[in-house]
């Protein structure tokens, strides 16, 4: 018998997309769990996927201005690497 694991933003991420009157705390939940993933992808190194995280979690909630600077974040640390070394 296999065993699927659901992690707490799949189910949340079903509930939004399934329900058109999400109640806007269920909303900012999800939006405050990929902002937190968001930062996990950061200091992994990976600002991509943090990025996506984070465009994710303003969409969701856009009346909070935090998940639009950690946006701006993401995309500093994205134009730092393209940048490359100073040599």
């Known amino acids: 018998m296999a065993v699927t694991r659901h992690s707490a933003i799949i189910d949340l991420r079903y509930v939004v997309v399934q329900g ?3 109640h806007a705390a269920v909303r900012h939940r999800l939006a405050t769990i ?5 930062f996990c992808w950061l ?3 990976d ?3 943090a990025l996506e ?4 979690a303003s969409q969701l909630d856009p009346l909070s201005s935090g998940f639009f600077a950690h946006c701006a974040i993401a995309h500093t640390k994205l134009k730092e690497r393209k940048a490359g070394p100073d040599l």
């Open 43 to 45: 200091r992994a190194g």
């Open 53 to 56: 995280c984070f465009k994710e």
């Open 34 to 38: 990929l902002d937190l993933r968001g």
């Open 47 to 49: 600002a991509r996927a």
């Open 20 to 22: 058109q009157g999400v």
